[in-house]
């Protein structure tokens, strides 16, 4: 996964796949930001659902402890 700027990279654990449905447009940008970039798509896309679940925390449950 791409970090932050001045941090170390290292994965926070195993990788696994995931099939997810996709707004065409969202692919579209994503093969134009990979190709631009050369940050692979899963990359991109772990990234941006990390910064997502950073500011979303309110979105688990009041008991959820996270492994990171």
Same mark, same amino acid.
């Given at each position: 996964?791409?970090?932050?700027?001045?941090?170390?990279?290292?994965?926070?654990?195993?990788? =696994?796949?995931?099939? =997810?449905?996709?707004?065409?447009?969202? =692919?579209?940008?994503?093969?134009?930001?990979?190709?631009?970039?050369?940050?692979?798509?899963?990359?991109? =896309?772990?990234?941006?659902?990390?910064?997502?679940?950073?500011?979303?925390? &309110?979105?688990?449950? &009041?008991?959820?402890? +996270?492994? +990171?």
């Amino acid at each position: 996964m791409r970090t932050a700027k001045g941090e170390n990279k290292s994965n926070n654990g195993p990788i =696994v796949k995931l099939e =997810v449905e996709l707004e065409k447009t969202i =692919v579209e940008q994503l093969t134009l930001m990979e190709s631009h970039t050369k940050i692979t798509r899963s990359e991109l =896309v772990t990234t941006a659902l990390k910064r997502f679940i950073s500011a979303h925390k &309110d979105y688990f449950p &009041d008991d959820y402890k +996270s492994s +990171s």
